[in-house]
């Protein structure tokens, strides 16, 4: 039995990514109330089963369900708090993100469809790709408000980037803090003047020697191509530990009212000189979902970078909507 207060998450696609929410959100007691939704006939009863057994191992109360009937009255999404979504196709090696475009275009409209009916109040958190059409494309067929519906992929690429730069410089990771904005495509923005080692820019912390330039300029791009190496390394699919992870913290800030600033794919609409779209920005999340934009003021190279990352998304909803989605 479900407790009464707990929220109810619906993971919508139950592979590699919906699978691992899951089970971090079970095993972390965030939710006791977890439904898994696949198009895969009783696979998302297996994962429901297999997670009500491991939560039982650790002493923890959770029921979870699984259901195979994703339309417009599926109950397994009825009266949702917050709704995972990874359905789709993920990359195969050689394929860009942009590769997925019409088959997942059809599988978001869908669901963009069924979450509007049976769960209008619910935090939605997109993951699939290709990511900044998917959200913006979903948010319209759900027809929830913009700040009820945002993407993740802007805390993953930080994450690498963080990484990298923490074992390039022998540091805690906990001392990097930086932000990756823009599209979520090789096009991304790893931004330099926004990055800092506790504290320490990391322009002074290249002065110091502690880094070269070089260096930096390689991190920049191994961090552009994160996904890709991790889709050549498992030659079945993509990464999923870190973006399960990544979405639960966004998960975590909305249910916890955290405040945090994390750059998610949001709407933006007159900030950046954007008007009416989505894309990489940092984001205040508390329960309000986005509960503001932030307008960070990007100047030279790496504001024409933005603006031609952000230039890719756009021609990519402009494909999206001559295949017939009202991306
Ligand atoms: O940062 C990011 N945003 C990303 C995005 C990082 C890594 C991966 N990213 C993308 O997430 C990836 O390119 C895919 O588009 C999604 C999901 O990746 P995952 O690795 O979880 O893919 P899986 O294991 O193939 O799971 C997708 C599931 C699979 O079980 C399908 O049967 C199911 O989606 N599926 C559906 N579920 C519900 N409804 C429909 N229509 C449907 N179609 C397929």
Known sequence: MATRFSPKIALVGSGMIGG????????????NNIVFLDVVEGMPAGKALDLAQATTCQDIQCTSTGCSDLSENSEGLKDADIVIVTAGFPRKPGMSRDDLLSKNAEVISNVGRAIGKQCPKAFVICITNPLDVMVSLLQKVSGLPTNRVVGMAGLLDSSRFRYFLAEALKVSVKDVHTMVLGGHGDAMVPVLSATSVNGIPLFTIIEMGMITQK???????RTRQGGGEIVALLKMGSAFVAPAVCALSMVQAYLRNERRIIPCCAYIDGKYGLKATYGGVPCIIGSNGVEEVLDLKLAGQEKEMFIKSMKDVEDLR??????????
Do not use: M
Request: with cysteine; proline share 0%; charged share 20%.
């Open 215 to 221: 260096q930096v300029d390689d991190i920049v791009e």
């Open 20 to 31: 691992t929410v899951g089970l971090l959100s079970g095993l972390s007691s965030l939710s």
């Open 318 to 327: 402009a494909n999206c909507r001559k295949l017939g989605f009202e991306a």
